[in-house]
């Protein structure tokens, strides 16, 4: 019995620097190797939110060498999961993937102590996303 390939998720958001990035540091950070991890903007900022690094630093989890990437059609094409955080319709849709909205507030800027309930809340996401592809996965 060959082991499946590695399923695939994609985190979207408009500037790639703090909800798609809290995202991909959860999933990297929970499900290790097992699923690979992508995220990117529309329209890609500077640099990754510094509230949204020392909100995850406060949980054991380092994005601080993280860098807003461009999205591209690439990249969606390369996903099982295409997560969106309020990209509207900037992302392309192709058949075949599972695609969620994640409706989460913007950290863009807000201090860390706003921050924290958007990564709490995105942790919560991201445990049931794991949840959901183990399931799949074993099917």
Aim: aromatic share 4%; net charge negative; glycine share 8%.
């Amino acid at each position: 019995m060959s082991s499946s390939p590695l399923a695939s998720v994609l985190f979207v958001c408009v500037h790639n620097a703090g909800r798609s990035q809290m995202a991909a540091g959860f999933l990297d950070h929970l499900a290790g190797d097992r699923i690979e991890v992508r995220s990117a903007g529309s329209v890609p900022g500077d640099q990754v939110n510094p509230a949204a690094v020392e909100a995850m630093r406060e949980v054991g989890v380092d994005i601080s060498a993280a860098t807003p990437k461009i999205l591209t059609t690439e990249a969606v094409q390369a996903s099982d999961y295409v997560i969106t955080m309020g990209c509207g319709d900037a992302c392309p849709v192709f058949p075949g993937k599972t695609y969620l909205d994640w409706a989460l507030e913007d950290p863009a800027g807000k201090g860390v102590e706003a921050v924290r309930p958007i990564r709490d809340e995105i942790r919560k996401r991201i445990e049931a996303l794991i949840a959901e592809i183990d399931t799949k996965q074993k099917a």
